[in-house]
């Protein structure tokens, strides 16, 4: 996706670190059911995250996450909602209904990209129907629903968020 992105920032793909079915995950999707991880865990990897940046950046930084990445993208706004210019959810969901972080991020509202496809078979409905009522209470959204599209993201979806980014970073 990087080609497609804005030029001005610097991007790192950060790899989640636990191994899983052919791939990567931030958590066990073996441990909890897919839309359902446990909150202490979601925190927990996102927390890992937020050193990672302590440690390699000072200036702005805008998330983008896919999936699982695009949970914890959201999930590191209700640890450090002033912290980011912009984030972008594809595929992603809110973890849990409530957070400790989510009355200072109602209060900050900052600006979220959530996109979706309309056949995901992996993101269950009740994650999407969380997600959908809790992001425009907590962030300024811009939200998108592609037709026809499942666990994946669409090349009109890449053209969006790339769009968001640019206006946002």
């Known amino acids: 996706m990087s080609p497609a992105l804005p030029l001005e920032p610097v991007i790192a793909s950060v790899r989640a670190p636990i191994a899983e079915s052919g791939g990567w995950a931030w958590w066990s999707r073996q441990a909890s059911p897919a839309g359902e991880p446990a909150a202490d865990t979601v925190d927990e990897a996102a927390r890992a995250v937020i050193d990672w940046l302590d440690s390699v950046s000072s200036g702005a930084v805008s998330l983008l996450g896919f999936s699982q990445g695009g949970a914890l993208a959201l999930q ?75 666990h994946s993201i669409s090349t009109p979806e890449l053209a969006e968020f790339s769009g968001f980014l640019r206006s946002h970073g």
């Open 76 to 150: 590191l706004l209700r640890l450090d909602p002033e912290r980011f210019a912009a984030t972008v959810s594809l595929s992603g969901f809110i973890a849990s209904a409530e957070h400790p972080g989510d009355a200072r991020l109602a209060e900050v509202k900052p600006a979220v990209f959530w996109g979706r496809g309309t056949d995901d078979p992996i993101i269950p409905s009740q994650a999407i129907d969380r997600t959908a009522e809790w992001i425009p209470a907590h962030t300024t959204a811009t939200i998108r629903t592609y037709e026809g599209i499942g």
